[in-house]
């Protein structure tokens, strides 16, 4: 039995129905059942819960062989560090308790460092927490930068006619679209065939530089002059808070974060092979981002 996490997500959605698909049994855990019709439908046992409730996550985790592990990003938290330690505490002491016997954590790109790289410092908890259970198969999956992150950009191309971050435009970074990820972990969870505590990155297909990634969507939304802009990080942190939907203390990390990437801490631990090259390009992503770009309104 299979137990996954964020199972409304972008990715826990699609190992959840993969998984379905290909008859097993899973467990799919979230806050709000109506978010989770989709999978109870196709026979996903629901299990409705904060993950920040130790006891909750004991009871979800009983019985099950592997599990899915990611920690859902709160924008608002005022403490996120402190929360992604609880959640992850939470999923220890959960496997542990159970026996489970395979967990595939979704980390990212950076988690190597454990401090300094703002909000992927959480995720190097989690890795770290995971070291200390030496009868669990743990698979630490590191992708990279989301495509489906650019999804933010929108209000900004729509008010300003630009893209832009505190990440420098020049920095070559592998984007990977979602979809890959999940694809990965799915065919890690049928395969089972990880042992001890490994790291497998997931890097999409090449390396783009913002500049690039500003020539490619701005062809597929018709405006071929789209700009990208590096903003200083006071100015970064500024334009998040005031949009209402980040916390100073995220826009905090997030711009750790882009520091880490742009003096290369970040990005200095992976190697790009075949095996870890996935294959939606940003172009093909591109043209879903315009059907999203269309669709929201100035």
């Given amino acids: 039995m299979y137990v996954i996490t964020g199972a409304t997500g972008n990715i826990g959605k699609v190992i959840a129905a993969e998984l379905l698909e290909q008859g097993k049994e899973v467990r799919v855990i979230g806050r709000n059942a109506d978010k989770l019709k989709d999978l109870t439908a196709k026979g996903a046992e629901p ?4 993950l920040y409730d130790a006891e909750f996550v004991k009871k979800a985790f009983s019985g099950a062989t592997a599990a899915f592990c ?21 999923y220890v002491n959960a496997v542990k308790e159970n ?28 890795e770290e927490y995971f ?44 984007l990977v679209a979602t979809r890959d990820i999940a694809n990965v972990a799915i065919n890690r969870l049928l395969d089972l065939g990880f042992t001890g505590n490994s790291v497998e990155y997931v890097l999409g297909p090449r390396d783009v530089s913002y500049y690039e990634v500003a020539k490619i969507v701005g062809k597929a939304i018709g405006k071929p002059d789209l ?22 203390n995220i826009a905090d990390l997030f711009n ?24 939606t390009t940003l172009e093909e992503f591109a043209k879903i981002f315009a059907k999203s770009f269309e669709s929201v309104t100035a």
Avoid: C, W
């Avoid at 700009?227 to 100073?248: P, R």
């Fill in 47 to 50: 299990f409705i819960g904060d």
């Fill in 70 to 90: 990611m920690i859902p990003p709160n924008l608002l938290s005022n403490d996120f560090r402190k929360d992604q330690q609880k959640v992850a505490n939470n």
């Fill in 99 to 126: 026996g489970v016997k395979y967990v595939v954590l979704l980390s990212s790109i950076g988690a190597h460092l454990r401090n300094g790289a703002g909000i992927v410092d959480g995720l190097g908890d989690l």
């Fill in 131 to 174: 070291l200390q259970l030496k009868d669990v198969n743990v698979l630490n999956l590191r992708p990279s930068y989301f495509m489906e992150n650019l999804y933010g950009q929108i209000g900004m191309i729509k008010d300003s006619s630009i893209m832009g971050s505190a990440i420098r435009g020049d920095i070559p970074l592998p």
């Fill in 227 to 248: 700009k990208y802009v590096q903003f200083s990080y006071k100015d970064a942190k500024k334009g998040a808070v005031e949009t209402g939907f980040i916390s100073e």
């Fill in 256 to 279: 750790e974060l882009s520091e880490a990437m742009n003096n290369g801490k970040a990005l200095n631990a992976h190697k790009r092979t075949f095996g870890n090259s996935t294959p």
